[in-house]
């Protein structure tokens, strides 16, 4: 019981330290019962009000131990405010090449992080919106808890 509550206090503290840098910084649940299913899509809407300046893009992805893939798969549509669309597709490595899980374990949750971009540009003023679906061999990704969307100022600037 004790460690526990050790480790919820020490998730509270880290979700309440906020990068000064980070525009955007959320998790979105994924299909009930641990299962992220093809056609279930994810949204994040981003409000960017500084085109100046180069951001880092990093996708977060939070999945139980037992997780049977090396990556994770994701297209990723970004429709900017006058609507333009672009489509990206990313590969989020989640083991290493000895077999380990990459990222934080905490019991049996693994938390991954993936940069994909280390100097987008922003072109507009206004909100961005993310749809964000894995486009994985298989119908349904098991042990997937939640996926997250971190966008902060580049440090390098």
Partial sequence: ?????????????????KNENSIYSKYKDLSA??????????????????????????FLFRHLH??????LNIKVTETSPSKRESVS?????????????????????????TVV??????????VYIYKVEHIMSVPSVDHSLELGLLIKKNDTE
């Fill in 1 to 17: 019981m004790k460690k526990i509550t050790i480790l919820l206090v020490l998730i509270t503290f880290l979700f309440g330290c």
């Fill in 33 to 58: 019962g641990g299962v992220w299913n093809q056609d279930d899509q994810i949204f994040f809407k981003v409000q960017v009000k500084d085109i100046n300046s180069l951001y880092e893009v990093k």
């Fill in 66 to 71: 037992g997780f049977a893939y090396k990556d």
């Fill in 89 to 113: 597709e990313y590969s989020l490595k989640l083991v290493d090449e000895n077999g380990d899980y990459l990222g934080g374990e905490a019991m049996s949750i693994i938390d991954c992080e």
């Fill in 117 to 126: 971009e280390s100097n987008k540009r922003f072109t507009e003023k206004g």
